[in-house]
């Protein structure tokens, strides 16, 4: 059972920064694709980073690009987000999401869609005052 656990929401100023964290178990993360979706109240959840099995590479949602960096830790099992300059349409709940496929070939990952990711963590608050 694959198991997605995130970490580092909370509340933070405009202009300021967070790093999420999400901490996967229950078969070999290095295998996988890993997204960071979001999801604001009232609207569909949509995409925000994604990274390849081998962290060789990224891919943004044009709203972060610049501001946010996705990364991962194999030896670890967790992928991060780092949320510098947020907005307060940053917030929303993130969620972290494992590939489907194993040693997916970059050229055929759709990192947006979210048919590409099988399981999904709870979800971390992120709220961004003005």
């Known amino acids: 059972q694959v198991q997605l656990v995130e970490s580092g929401g909370g509340l933070v100023q405009t202009g300021g920064s967070l790093r999420l964290s999400c901490a996967a178990s229950g078969r070999t993360f290095s295998m996988y694709d890993m997204g960071w979706f979001r999801q604001a109240p009232g609207k569909e959840r949509e995409f925000v980073a994604a990274?390849?099995?081998?962290?060789?590479?990224?891919y943004y949602a044009s709203s972060v690009k610049g501001r946010f960096t996705i990364s991962r830790d194999n030896a670890k099992s967790t992928v991060y987000l780092q949320m510098n300059s947020l907005k307060p349409e940053d917030t929303a709940v993130y969620y972290c999401a494992a590939g489907r496929l194993p040693y997916r070939n970059p050229i055929a990952t759709i990192p947006h869609d979210q048919h590409e990711y099988d399981y999904w963590g709870q979800g971390t608050q992120v709220t961004v005052s003005s």
């Open positions: 990274i390849s099995w081998s962290g060789g590479n990224t």
